[in-house]
């Protein structure tokens, strides 16, 4: 299977349209080693002429789909078409899903998501401009491996959906203690993806904690993309552009005691990746002390337009 990196970005992409902090301006600038990034999503292919599945519609994919010839219609293709076959939501967040908006004008593709983020689309009216009579809502149970499907037939690639530590998207938020966090299953999920060839990736964009559950599905496999939305728990406060911690907003951090670098240095993963990445870490800097301390426990900086092939 080929993954394909569309987005790398957390909420907000990189520079965030409002940010000023010292990244994205130094983004905004043109900083050789501060490249742009677009928000978080994956495209993944079972082979040439297999089509594609998106895991995630960034509110960027517009722009994604101009910036990736794959992805769009080929030159003999009817007048409507689209090499997308298939999208798979990992949760409800507005950089997971608003780009579904953006998929629109009468197209046929199959969309995948646990009951739970279904019925957040099913609450807002502005997602009937996905007709149904074109994109087929399918909810998926968690755990269970199922066949990635597009109108046409089998994409080639299979996902199971599990269940990872998280939160309700944050304008699901009640503010009543305990509804918030970890209080559905069905709110935040990891993907596995495999072909038929056996090969695997775990795609987890967010994730508040990696329990031993998490740590024993990942641990022995070829790839994880994993959520490097925070280097620093606090790292937004001490930028001066919020007070939520990484782990108020569902989002381990990386190099804190108990984070990502620490909960999964005792693993055997072939290839480990840092997807969702904020625009206040430090890691977006190829030139800091901190891309070199992720760089140096053997993990890469996803960008856009990383290519992977498994
Ligand atoms: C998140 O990953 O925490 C959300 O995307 C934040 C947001 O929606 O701004
Ligand atoms: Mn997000």
Request: glycine share 10%; hydrophobic share 45%; aromatic share 6%.
């Amino acid at each position: 299977m080929r993954l394909t990196i569309l987005g790398s970005a957390a909420g907000g992409g990189f520079p965030q349209w409002n940010c000023n902090y010292r990244l994205s301006r130094a983004a905004r600038a043109g900083t050789p080693q501060m490249r742009p990034r677009l928000q978080s999503s994956l495209a993944a292919s079972a082979g040439e002429g297999r089509g594609f599945v998106l895991f995630n519609a960034s509110p960027d994919i517009r722009q994604q789909i101009n910036e990736t010839p794959a992805l769009q219609p080929a030159p003999d293709a009817p007048l409507r078409s689209t090499p997308i076959r298939a999208v798979v939501l990992t949760n409800a967040d507005v950089d997971h899903l608003a780009g579904l908006l953006s998929l629109r004008e009468r197209q046929d593709f199959h969309l995948y998501a646990t009951a739970r983020v279904l019925a957040v689309l099913a609450d807002n009216p502005i997602f009937r401009v996905l007709d149904p009579a074109h994109v087929l809502r399918l909810p998926v149970r968690l755990d269970e491996p199922f066949a990635v499907e597009g109108p046409d037939g089998p994409t080639g690639l299979c996902a199971e959906l599990f269940a990872v530590p998280g939160k309700v998207a944050l304008f699901l938020e009640t503010g009543e203690a305990g509804r918030d966090f970890e209080a559905d299953p069905e709110d935040t999920v990891g993907v596995r993806i495999t072909d038929a060839g056996g090969r695997s990736a775990f795609y987890v964009p967010g994730c508040a904690r990696v329990d031993p559950a998490l740590f024993e599905r990942v641990d022995g496999s070829a790839l994880l993309l994993f959520d490097g939305t925070v280097f620093t728990d606090d790292e937004m406060a001490r930028a001066g552009v919020g007070s939520k911690t990484g782990r108020r907003m569902g989002h381990l951090p990386i190099a804190d005691a108990g984070g990502s670098l620490e909960a999964w240095a005792g693993a055997t993963i072939a290839q480990r990746v840092f997807v969702h990445i904020n625009n206040t870490n430090p890691i977006l800097d190829e030139g800091s002390a901190e891309r070199r301390i992720v760089e140096d426990a053997g993990w890469t900086v996803a960008f856009d337009g990383m290519e992977i092939e498994l």
